[in-house]
Each structure stands twice: as C-alpha cells, then as structure tokens.
C-alpha cells in the first residue's frame, strides 16, 4: 500500500475514534444527570416515609385524645347510676353507656389499625434510608468513574488530534481537503476497505478493473458510487 493511503487510512482510524470519543462525552451528561435523579428519588422516598409516618402517629394522637373523650363520658355515666331514680332513666343511662362503649371499641380499633401500619411504616423507612445510602454511595462511585472517564476521553482526544495533524501534515493539501470534504459528507466515513469486489460502506459491487487498482495499492481510488476512497485491508496473520 503507498504512503499516501497508509495516512488515509491512518486518519480516518483516527477521525472514527475522535468521533467515538466525542459521543461518549456527549452522552456523560445523561449518565450523571441518570444518578442524580436515582439519588433523589431514593430521597424523596424517604421523605415520603417520614411524611406517612408523622401522619399516622397525628392520626393516632387524635384517635386517642376522641378515645379520652368517650372514656370521659363514661365515667361521667358510672358517676350518674347513683343519683337515677326511675327505671326508665336507668335504661336511658344504660343506651348512653352502650353507645359510649361501642364508640371506644371502634376508636381502638381503628387505632390498632394504625398501629399497624405504623410497624409496616417503620420497616418502610428502614429500607428507603437503606436504599438512600446505597444510592448516595453508588452514585459517588459512580460519578467518580465518569469523571475518570471524561478526563481519559478529553485526554484521548487531545492525543489523536495532534496524531491526525501528523498525518494531515502528510498528504497533499489538495487530497487533504478531498478527505475532509467526503468524511463531512458520508457521515464520518472517507476511507473504507473494499471487500471482495464491493465496497463495504455502500455495497456497490465495482467493476474489475476498479478492483484490479484498489488491489495495487499505488494509488486513490473511488467508489464510482458513494464516492468514498478505497483499499484492500491487509489480511490478519
């Protein structure tokens, strides 16, 4: 293969792992942005929790303060068997008693039924906080290892860009901006291996002769079709 398309092919390797690289930074803002809402949503799981659990004990105290009431009422009724006179008050005290009772019997219930979704609560928040600090610490981690990663492909970057200046540096300006011109239009691929008789990015299949000139080696071809610039990969041993 002549020098010419050695740095052809060199430049669109590097130009593809520059593009490669560049996505990759353009994709670590979501990945970041991915872990912060992770986070904050195990938090606000907990908030929610917390919020559950200052409800049912206010439920509770004032299930218990109506329970106080009624238990009130009753005493006030065990005060005022000694002073009825008639058999009929004391039928009429007896409803009122029956009435009370029944009112606390379903005020206890219904505070027992706090109660237990105050344990179910409790185990709630037990795992939202569990889940809150594996998340803060996973997503520490995490953030550390795409801010490697970002450095690593700043770095990278950096490295192939002055190789490419090399390579650029190289060629004939006119068969530079040829190069820039088709990577431009055929969305980041100037320089493509011919497989076979057909060219690998479009899939025309060429014409003999054609191939016979991208066989030699010794000088630019094109695809008659995509108009990309052709060569025979060397075969891996």
Same mark, same amino acid.
């Given at each position: ?21 560049? /996505? ?6 979501? +990945?970041?942005?991915? @872990? ?48 009825? /006179? ?12 029956? @009435? +009370?009772?029944?009112? /606390?019997?379903?005020?206890?219930? &219904? ?75 055929? &969305? ?44 025979? +990969?060397?075969?891996?041993?």
């Amino acid at each position: 293969m002549s020098p010419v398309l050695v740095s052809l092919v060199a430049l669109q390797s590097l130009d593809t792992a520059s593009d490669s690289a560049r /996505k990759r930074l353009a994709e670590l803002p979501a +990945a970041e942005q991915a @872990i912060a809402t992770r986070v904050a949503d195990t938090a606000s799981a907990v908030d929610r929790a917390h919020a559950r659990a200052a409800e049912n004990i206010q439920a509770r105290r004032a299930l218990e303060k109506d329970a106080a009431l009624v238990e009130t009422r009753l005493a006030r009724f065990d005060d005022h068997k000694a002073a009825v /006179k008639t058999n009929q008050e004391y039928k009429a005290l007896l409803h009122e008693i029956e @009435i +009370a009772r029944g009112e /606390k019997d379903a005020l206890e219930e &219904r505070i027992l039924v706090l109660l237990l979704e105050a344990d179910a609560i409790s185990a709630d928040l037990t795992a939202a906080e569990a889940a809150r600090a594996d998340a803060a610490r996973e997503g520490e981690q995490a953030r550390a290892a795409l801010g490697a990663e970002r450095s690593t492909l700043e770095s990278d970057l950096h490295r192939l860009a002055a190789e490419r200046s090399r390579e650029a540096a190289a060629l004939d300006p006119a068969l530079a901006a040829k190069y820039d011109q088709l990577l431009k239009q055929r &969305r980041g691929l100037a320089v493509v291996p011919m497989h076979g008789d057909t060219c690998s990015a479009c899939r025309l299949r060429l014409r003999p002769h054609v191939t016979q000139q991208v066989r030699r080696g010794d000088s630019v071809v094109q695809c008659e079709s995509c108009q990309r610039i052709l060569y025979v +990969a060397p075969v891996p041993p």
